[in-house]
């Protein structure tokens, strides 16, 4: 069984290396810690509430920087953007990794594989939406110069950290979430290069356009979806992304697959396939993959944000709109959105989205993301449980700097009895 916990860079920046590691080492007994190497366009705690524990500061926003020193090639046309601690060369990752090896912790890079701030030529590397809005900031999986500078990527964390493993997040298309809820961001991509390989698969890009906006009425009209989705040209699009991601993630794995244990970051099965992640083919190219079913926020993004972004658009009630997407999602529960954003999804999704993501998986791991933010600490057992039922291979407590004291100590006492 794995117990891991996953940190950002300013947890260790304002509260030092030392207490962190003490604190996970020795309150939430987690033996495995993920450090964020770049971040995201994130509020820290998402989507409210205060930092419980830092010492400096209540509430912190990231900018999807580069968090450590980075070298990679500069022929690509574009490259990350670093933060200023990165550029004076201070790593933070290191500084943990040397304070937690006191305290047993085994500190793995948790890296994000096409979403990071670009600078140089990024209008030629990023995607592109159905409308042809380039969305900065996240590579498209097709284009050689992605694939160049993946490869690099990887390569270059592993040799400098010499880690256990890597989780690999991002490794997908945008979702709706960044600095603000955008659902247009998640039909994608319609760049040169991918409309090219869209036509050698049978891919007519103008009827999936137009299936696409039908989508996108539809949901902004309160209707049922399923329909729409079902279209043959829609599966196939939705097919070729998947495949663009598999392919990269094989790539990953030829890459540094012998030198590290690879770990994926996957959304949770309900989404996974809009997001252009397939299970079936992916747990053939890693050696396992943690999925965040975070019951609360119904998902790991901000399912609320995205259906009254949704609801704004139009005339319909949010309620209708949210009843529309939980049925494109398959998502068996009958409560109504007000019931949601009380009290998040039931913790029996937890158990539904693990239980799937095991039986596609086969014989490789599913590690379940647990949420320790922002929910009662009863909670957090009863989703441990929930994961296990489910036939997780071990839970990613998420995460340390959201979490009060308290909810740290709840998972020590969950992790001591395993
Ligand atoms: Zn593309």
């Not at 995201?40 to 020193?69: C, D, I, K, Q």
């Amino acid at each position: 069984m794995i117990f891991a916990t996953q940190i950002h860079p300013h947890d260790v920046r304002d509260e030092g290396a030392v207490a962190v590691a003490r604190n996970i080492s020795e309150l939430a007994a987690c033996p495995v810690v993920g450090a964020e190497i770049s971040t995201l366009e994130e509020r820290h705690p998402y989507p409210h509430g205060e930092l419980p524990h830092n010492p400096r500061r209540n509430v912190v926003v990231t900018h999807a920087r580069h968090e450590t020193p980075l070298e990679i090639p500069t022929d690509l046309g574009f490259r990350p953007v670093l933060s200023e601690e990165a550029i004076s060369g201070f790593d933070y990752v290191a500084q943990i990794s040397q304070a937690g090896q006191k305290a047993g912790l085994s500190v793995i890079p948790w890296i994000k594989a096409l979403n990071i701030e670009l600078e140089g030529d990024w209008q030629q590397a990023c995607v592109v939406t159905a409308g042809g809005r380039v969305v900065r900031n996240w590579l498209c999986p097709s284009k050689p110069t992605t694939e160049q500078y993946v490869r690099s990527y990887v390569r270059y964390i592993v040799s400098r950290y010499s880690p256990r493993a890597v989780l690999v997040d991002r490794l997908r298309y945008p979702d709706w979430s960044g600095a603000q809820v955008d659902p247009s961001s998640l039909f994608t991509c319609f760049c040169p290069d991918c409309k090219a390989l869209m036509a050698s698969y049978g891919i007519d890009t103008s009827h999936v356009r137009a299936s696409l906006k039908r989508l996108g009425d539809s949901f902004i009209a309160g209707t049922d979806a399923t329909t729409i989705a079902h279209d043959d040209q829609l599966r196939l699009w939705m097919k070729f992304r998947q495949d663009r991601i598999t392919r990269l993630a094989q790539i990953i794995q030829d890459e540094i697959g012998a030198m590290t244990t690879v770990w994926l970051n996957l959304w949770p099965p309900s989404f996974a396939p809009w997001m252009g992640q397939d299970y079936s083919s992916l747990g053939r190219v890693c050696h396992g993959a943690k999925h965040f079913p975070y019951h609360k926020l119904g998902g790991g993004a901000d399912l609320s944000g995205l259906v009254r972004r949704l609801a704004g658009m139009g005339v319909e009630s949010p309620e209708r709109v949210f009843r529309s997407v939980m049925d494109l999602l398959e998502l068996p529960y009958s409560l109504s959105l007000a019931e949601f954003e009380e009290h998040g999804l039931p913790v029996d999704y937890v158990q539904h989205e693990t239980a799937n993501a095991v039986r596609m998986f086969k014989a490789t791991p599913i590690y379940t993301g647990v949420q320790i933010w922002d929910i009662p600490a009863s909670e957090i057992e009863a989703a441990t449980e929930a994961a296990a039922s489910g036939g997780a291979s071990g839970f990613f407590f998420y995460c340390y700097g959201w979490a009060t004291l308290d909810a740290l100590a709840e998972v020590g006492r969950i992790a001591r009895r395993q």
